[in-house]
């Protein structure tokens, strides 16, 4: 079990300042995310995107965002539990036990809910069969690309994951890679080299066509494939794999208890708390009047509810106001060694 | 005001006005009208804002983008008439367009 002062749910900017505001105030933070990769929306939908509305910051990328995010709060040296979802709550005497989908179990006072929109996970195929064969012939990720040697493999999309995936496995394997459209959106460099394995007929590529079913009874025998027009084909595979990025969703954090407003959670501007003690939703997924889905919303939000948090934690002790440009006590949680 | 008609996809049809310089997308969501998710809030980044565009309407619209094009490849079930909503500004032109929602967004 691991204890601590705040556990934060999602490693976006919101989630990753708010760590910050808990540090200069002297509280500790554990951060929880579903993702592999640190920084959320930015990191996963928009890295290369500039972004004009970070103050200070005349421009910046999600990628750079998320970087001079983590510079900030090195001083506090915490820990990112990644591919981590949060799973279960239960209230303990003293504030919350949390447990994950790795069987990480946190307890701690508070709970700062940063999960944006929810958690990523992969887009799946729309046909019903999928979900029956999903693990048994139907991956959205690999795990351990040897399972797939000598074996019938379909390929659907038209990104870089499955333009890689194609011609890696395409070195041990019979593959077939489909997709809606003629262009692939992945790297050009990475089209070409498909293209080129077409041709020497180490790679086939089907375009455009879409899934219409999988056949099979234990385990896939075939799919069937067509085009807008309704041309239709049938293809011979063991296995079919989906590469259609990522979607997001509240998961388990809606069986909470908390009061939900569509696909956000209430909150009380003071202190940015939920219906329930103890935690707290603060960034794109809090609502209240007038609510903006800004970053720079998310960040007044956090430093907020981090003081929040102060009291919950140190019930015994009382929160001081104070600015990081005087405050000798900050200075040292900061690191900082000023000669005064 | 521009009218739009959105179809969900259980037939359900609602038709609102639409003040021009907003996105068919926003059309929906500001007059809650169920079917479309818009998670990313307009930029083009998640596909859950897809529909499909009348066929009579389809080629009305302004062409397509290769951001927008590239979105579709992960939008729920697209076909030739596919777009996604936040990338459909309303303009007086675009009076009477009739968009359909797919079963599901994602």
Known sequence: MIK??????????????????????????????????????????????????????????????????????????????????????SKEQNGWKVATSGNKIFSAPNIIIAAGVGSFEPRKFSVKEAEKFENNGVFYSIKDKTYFKNKKICIFGGGDSALDWAIELAKFAEVTLVHRRNEFRGAEHSATIARKLEKEGKLKIKTPYQIVSIEGEDKIKGITIKTDEGKIEKIDTDCVLGFFGLIMKLGPITEWGLNLDKKTIPVNTETFQTNKEGIFAIGDICTYPGKLKLILSGFHEGALAARACFKLARPNEKYRFEFTTTSKTLHGRLGVKKDD | MPKITYIEHNGKSHTVEVAKELTVMEGAVQNNIPGIDADCGGSCACATCHVYVDEKWFNKLPKIESAEEDMLDVAFEPNKFSRLGCQITITEELDGLVVKMPSKQA
Not at chain 1, 18 to 23: A, E, F, T, Y
């Open chain 1, 4 to 89: 601590t002062d705040v556990l934060i749910i999602g490693a976006g900017p919101v989630g990753i300042f708010v760590v910050q505001q808990l540090g200069l105030i002297g509280l500790k933070a554990e951060v929880v995310d579903n993702l592999d990769k640190i920084g959320g929306q930015c990191i996963e939908l928009y890295p290369d995107k500039p972004i004009y509305d970070i103050p200070a910051l005349p421009e910046c990328t999600g990628e750079s965002l998320t970087n001079n995010l983590l510079e900030q709060i090195k001083p506090f040296k915490t820990n990112f539990h990644l591919n981590e979802r949060v799973q279960e709550i």
